[in-house]
């Protein structure tokens, strides 16, 4: 079975200060692995993905995520925080062998303090 | 390049009735997929289609279904609505292929009275 745990429900940090968005991950196969981003009112906007190349990936907007097998994590950093970069962020696992049903985290709500 | 498009934007219903939201997908995507979200929580797969058939399904009711297309469009479907149906209603699109990335829409708000 896949499922996505995201640890923190809701992350504060002070603008210019780095981010970070944990994810634990659970699969009965090798995972690809999303993370997706959610401003308000509009639809989900991919931030990066991960499919078994290099463990760390670099994805839009400064954000990278890195791929720990032994840890089963996938958590999302960014250096410095920026005030658009507040919204909901989710990560995501799919490893379907046929078809691409992604499961969802329950998402990270972040907000960037001035 | 148009994204991926629904439609309508929001609609509101009441309890038994039915409803249909529509979906184009991105230029060159062949694979529709359908996601609920409920308030404050992650999207959640109702199911998926490709070359018109229905491949995947989650965890939802017979009331859910669907159809696809011979232009790849699509439309979901929910018979005998339910107040819990209310949420936002996400369609995707890709190409067939394990593992890739899908396309959003902004999605359809329901609101079930």
Same mark, same amino acid.
């Given at each position: 079975?896949?499922?996505?745990?995201?640890?923190?429900?809701?992350?504060?940090?002070?603008?210019?200060?780095?981010?970070?968005?944990?994810?634990?991950?659970?699969?009965?196969?090798?995972?690809?692995?999303?993370?997706?981003?959610?401003?308000?009112?509009?639809?989900?906007?991919?931030?990066? !993905?991960?499919?078994?190349?290099?463990?760390?990936? !670099?994805?839009?907007?400064?954000?990278?995520?890195?791929? !720990?097998?032994?840890?089963?994590?996938?958590?999302?950093? !960014?250096?410095?925080?920026?005030?658009?970069?507040?919204?909901?962020?989710?990560?995501?696992?799919?490893?379907?062998?046929?078809?691409?049903?992604?499961?969802?985290?329950?998402?990270?709500?972040?907000?960037?303090?001035? | 390049?148009?994204?991926?498009?629904?439609?309508?934007?929001?609609?509101?219903?009441?309890?038994?009735?039915?409803?249909?939201?529509?979906?184009?997908?991105?230029?060159?995507?062949?694979?529709?997929?359908?996601?609920?979200?409920?308030?404050?929580?992650?999207?959640?797969?109702?199911?998926?289609?490709?070359?018109?058939?229905?491949?995947?399904?989650?965890?939802?009711?017979?009331?859910?279904?669907?159809?696809?297309?011979?232009?790849?469009?699509?439309?979901?479907?929910?018979?005998?609505?339910?107040?819990?149906?209310?949420?936002?209603?996400?369609?995707?699109?890709?190409?067939?292929?394990?593992?890739?990335?899908?396309?959003?829409?902004?999605?359809?708000?329901?609101?079930?009275?």
């Amino acid at each position: 079975a896949q499922s996505v745990t995201q640890l923190d429900s809701h992350v504060s940090v002070s603008e210019g200060t780095p981010v970070l968005l944990r994810c634990n991950y659970s699969s009965s196969y090798s995972p690809s692995l999303f993370w997706y981003v959610q401003h308000p009112n509009k639809g989900l906007q991919l931030l990066l !993905k991960y499919t078994s190349a290099a463990t760390l990936v !670099k994805g839009i907007n400064g954000f990278e995520a890195e791929f !720990k097998k032994s840890e089963t994590s996938f958590h999302l950093t !960014k250096p410095s925080a920026h005030m658009s970069d507040a919204a909901e962020y989710f990560c995501v696992v799919t490893t379907t062998p046929t078809g691409n049903q992604f499961y969802f985290g329950t998402g990270t709500s972040l907000t960037v303090i001035p | 390049d148009a994204g991926v498009t629904q439609s309508p934007t929001h609609l509101i219903k009441t309890r038994g009735q039915q409803v249909t939201l529509r979906c184009s997908p991105k230029s060159g995507h062949d694979t529709v997929s359908w996601y609920q979200q409920a308030l404050g929580q992650g999207p959640q797969f109702i199911f998926q289609y490709y070359e018109e058939e229905e491949r995947q399904r989650g965890n939802f009711p017979d009331r859910f279904s669907g159809h696809q297309f011979p232009n790849y469009s699509s439309e979901l479907n929910v018979n005998a609505l339910l107040l819990g149906d209310s949420a936002l209603y996400l369609c995707a699109s890709s190409f067939w292929d394990p593992n890739e990335k899908l396309f959003f829409g902004s999605g359809t708000q329901l609101s079930v009275l």
